[in-house]
């Protein structure tokens, strides 16, 4: 059983700052690229940054230059760094991860409960 478990959402105003966390846990043989999504009402879930085991990064274009996404190999753990924060960017944000719970197994995709991030104008 995998687990990822997201800490550090809340409120914040626009132009200031939040950082999330995730931290993944359980039957982990090793974890390719893990990332942060984006969801509101009625819409679709978005990628908002993603990063390589090899911490190569992306981002979408709407955080660019705003959003930095960091992880730790060793700890299991990825960040988002959020600054110049926008209304638009309130959603619930949810951690993912593929992991491979064994050396024969082929990766599965995880996702964290999700954490609200609310940006009032």
């Known amino acids: 059983q995998v687990q990822l478990v997201e800490s550090g959402g809340g409120m914040a105003q626009a132009g200031g700052s939040l950082t999330l966390s995730c931290a993944a846990s359980g039957s982990i043989f090793s974890i390719n690229d893990m990332g942060w999504y984006r969801q509101t009402p009625g819409k679709q879930r978005e990628l908002v940054a993603g990063?390589?085991?090899?911490?190569?990064?992306m981002y979408a274009d709407s955080v660019k230059g705003r959003f930095t996404i960091s992880r730790d190999n060793a700890k299991k753990t990825v960040s988002l760094q959020m600054n110049s924060l926008k209304p638009e960017d309130t959603a619930i944000y949810y951690c993912?991860?593929?992991?491979?719970?064994?050396?024969?197994?082929?990766?599965?995709?995880?996702w964290g409960q999700g954490t609200q991030v609310t940006v009032s104008s």
């Open positions: 990063v390589s085991r090899v911490h190569s990064t």
């Open positions: 993912n991860a593929d992991v491979r719970v064994s050396r024969s197994s082929g990766p599965l995709t995880y």
